[in-house]
Nanobody, 125 residues
Framework: QVQLVESGGGLVQAGGSLRLSCAAS????????MGWFRQAPGKEREFVAA????????YYADSVKGRFTISRDNAKNTMYLQMNSLKPEDTAVYYC??????????????????WGQGTQVTVSS
């Protein structure tokens, strides 16, 4: 089973950009479907983006489509989330998630069985 550590969060002005990273340790990262979720204060954890084991399948929440890009580098055991044109409503703790599967990644948080500790993203207006 992999262990996940997110990094790259911070404070940015509206319209700015950040790139989050999710570093995985353990075996067979390339066999895992991966996802990004976020949770704002007082709200449920929600789906942001997901990527299949080989990067061939990607999915996005409507709220981030066209602004965020998910990618992965299996040689580096790392997944990324490039976030452009950030808005104050993107403010949340961002979590990466994994499941050992070569099937299409899910948008449902309960499908994933491994989570990172989260990284805070704050977008000021």
């Amino acid at each position: 089973q992999v262990q996940l550590v997110e990094s790259g969060g911070g404070l940015v002005q509206a319209g700015g950009s950040l790139r989050l990273s999710c570093a995985a340790s353990g075996r067979a990262f390339s066999s895992y479907a991966m996802g990004w979720f976020r949770q704002a204060p007082g709200k449920e954890r929600e789906f942001v983006a997901a990527i299949g084991w080989n990067g061939g399948s990607t999915y996005y929440a409507d709220s981030v489509k066209g602004r965020f890009t998910i990618s992965r580098d299996n040689a580096k055991n790392t997944m990324y989330l490039q976030m452009n044109s950030l808005k104050p409503e993107d403010t949340a703790v961002y979590y990466c998630a994994a499941r050992g599967s070569r099937w299409f990644p899910s948008q449902e948080r309960n499908w994933y069985d491994t989570w990172g500790q989260g990284t805070q993203v704050t977008v000021s207006s």
